[in-house]
T-cell receptor, first 113, second 117 residues
Framework: QQQVKQSPQSLIVQKGGISIINCAYENTAFDYFPWYQQFPGKGPALLIAIRPDVSEKKEGRFTISFNKSAKQFSLHIMDSQPGDSATYFCAGDSGGGADGLTFGKGTHLIIQP | NAGVMQNPRHLVRRRGQEARLRCSPMKGHSHVYWYRQLPEEGLKFMVYLQKENIIDESGMPKERFSAEFPKEGPSILRIQQVVRGDSAAYFC???????????????FGPGTRLTVL
């Protein structure tokens, strides 16, 4: 599986601020890019996802920005709250999907009150 | 509508024993994926199954690991003769439709934390 590179590894943001997590992918066959949120001891939960035919998708406080030419996408969390403190994973998937999702290594996000 | 269920949640085995992990997909889902997560690492794909078929096992070690998804009952990930390096969290995910759909929305279970002593 080709890589998905995620940064930063950890991030501390003040309450009310904007959290930004970035990912870059190599596999041009990817056509689906989900973000997952994981709390300690829990399984990853699908947060938001985007297809490459749009440049941005917004759901509540969460926004994905997508740059197909640069093969990069990012998650923006507006008005970050302490309850958003978790590990976030980006992923990519090709239309065939037979080899599962390719995940980044994750970002530990801490929102300080 | 119950989510993806996995059991046991925690499993302790001694080196050389067998570990058997179970996964029941969400109702209406017939596609199951298994992933392994090491500490401070992302999830790594292991195997993709449909009912009674292994579709892709390219991420699964060739020896000691096997998976099945029978017509009836949960999907099983079996690790024979476990070694300390098998200690990890194992997650399964289910999908309502296979890769034939245009995107592969997967829903994850809570995981099984395997510790090998």
């Amino acid at each position: 599986q080709q890589q998905v590179k995620q940064s930063p590894q950890s991030l501390i943001v003040q309450k009310g601020g904007i959290s930004i997590i970035n990912c870059a992918y190599e596999n041009t066959a990817f056509d689906y890019f989900p973000w997952y949120q994981q709390f300690p001891g829990k399984g990853p939960a699908l947060l938001i996802a985007i297809r490459p035919d749009v440049s941005e998708k917004k759901e509540g406080r969460f926004t994905i920005s997508f740059n197909k030419s640069a093969k990069q996408f990012s998650l923006h969390i507006m008005d970050s709250q302490p309850g958003d403190s978790a590990t976030y994973f980006c992923a990519g998937d090709s239309g065939g999907g037979a080899d599962g999702l390719t995940f980044g290594k994750g970002t530990h996000l801490i929102i300080q009150p | 509508n119950a989510g993806v269920m996995q059991n046991p949640r925690h499993l302790v085995r001694r080196r050389g024993q067998e570990a058997r992990l179970r996964c029941s997909p969400m109702k209406g889902h017939s596609h199951v994926y298994w992933y392994r997560q090491l500490p401070e690492e992302g999830l790594k794909f292991m195997v993709y199954l449909q009912k009674e078929n292994i579709i892709d096992e390219s991420g699964m070690p060739k020896e000691r690991f096997s998976a099945e998804f029978p017509k009836e009952g949960p999907s099983i990930l079996r690790i024979q003769q476990v070694v300390r390096g098998d200690s990890a969290a194992y997650f399964c995910a289910s999908s309502p439709l296979g890769p034939q759909r245009s995107y592969n929305e997967q829903f994850f279970g809570p995981g099984t934390r395997l510790t090998v002593l």
